[in-house]
T-cell receptor, first 114, second 114 residues
Framework: AQKITQTQPGMFVQEKEAVTLDCTYD???????LFWYKQPSSGEMIFLIYQGSYDQQNATEGRYSLNFQKARKSANLVISASQLGDSAMYFCAMRDPTGNQFYFGTGTSLTVIP | GAGVSQSPRYKVAKRGQDVALRCDPISGHVSLFWYQQALGQGPEFLTY????????KSGLPSDRFFAERPEGSVSTLKIQRTQQEDSAVYLC????????????FGPGTRLLVL
């Protein structure tokens, strides 16, 4: 069963603007972790931000913030003040608390336009 | 400090050949994960080690895939009698124990089976 859904195959954003990348997840367990990773063309997955299911506040890391809406089971990534170097694939992932597996979505390709 | 390293970065194999892919995790990291990433897809979990113990191998697609981590540090993913459908990027990730078990990924090994 699909656990992570990313419905935007590709997104474009003007440099210095903010962009939201969508992610919904499916789990029946109350304890889980949600992650966002960036994968540039070089192929390496870069950790961006983490949100625990019990965290009361939305996670923030510099220009990255996670819009966590637990009831809707969504964990959208917001990138503020986009930079050309933000152009990459972005993957949402969830850690399954019953095991040690991470489930990844199919990714969103972000292109920042100068 | 040093990150996760993988070797070789690229591997071309003829169908039917055996291949071995190496992962050097971050020093001291207890957990090690292997993923398979097909072109245009998100990573898919293959197997998980905690120290030298392989705690989960449910993602290995067939008995041609074998992974080991005999001393709890370096890990090797072996694929026997490679098939064309094995062509993918193989990602290794490691993490330390803690409240946020974020994985740090290596650059991956791109395997092409002809």
């Amino acid at each position: 069963a699909q656990k992570i859904t990313q419905t935007q195959p590709g997104m474009f954003v003007q440099e210095k603007e903010a962009v939201t990348l969508d992610c919904t997840y499916d789990t029946s367990d109350p304890s889980y972790g949600l992650f966002w990773y960036k994968q540039p063309s070089s192929g390496e997955m870069i950790f961006l931000i983490y949100q625990g299911s019990y965290d009361q506040q939305n996670a923030t890391e510099g220009r990255y913030s996670l819009n966590f809406q637990k009831a809707r089971k969504s964990a959208n990534l917001v990138i503020s003040a986009s930079q050309l170097g933000d152009s990459a694939m972005y993957f949402c992932a969830m850690r399954d608390p019953t095991g040690n597996q991470f489930y990844f979505g199919t990714g969103t390709s972000l292109t920042v336009i100068p | 400090g040093a990150g996760v390293s993988q070797s070789p970065r690229y591997k071309v194999a003829k169908r039917g050949q055996d291949v071995a892919l190496r992962c050097d995790p971050i020093s001291g990291h207890v957990s090690l994960f292997w993923y398979q990433q097909a072109l245009g897809q998100g990573p898919e979990f293959l197997t998980y080690f905690q120290n030298e113990a392989q705690l989960d191998k449910s993602g290995l697609p067939s008995d041609r895939f074998f992974a080991e981590r005999p001393e709890g540090s370096v890990s090797t993913l072996k694929i026997q009698r490679t098939q064309q459908e094995d062509s993918a990027v193989y990602l290794c990730a490691s993490s330390s124990t803690g409240n946020v078990e974020t994985q740090y990924f290596g650059p991956g090994t791109r395997l092409l089976v002809l």
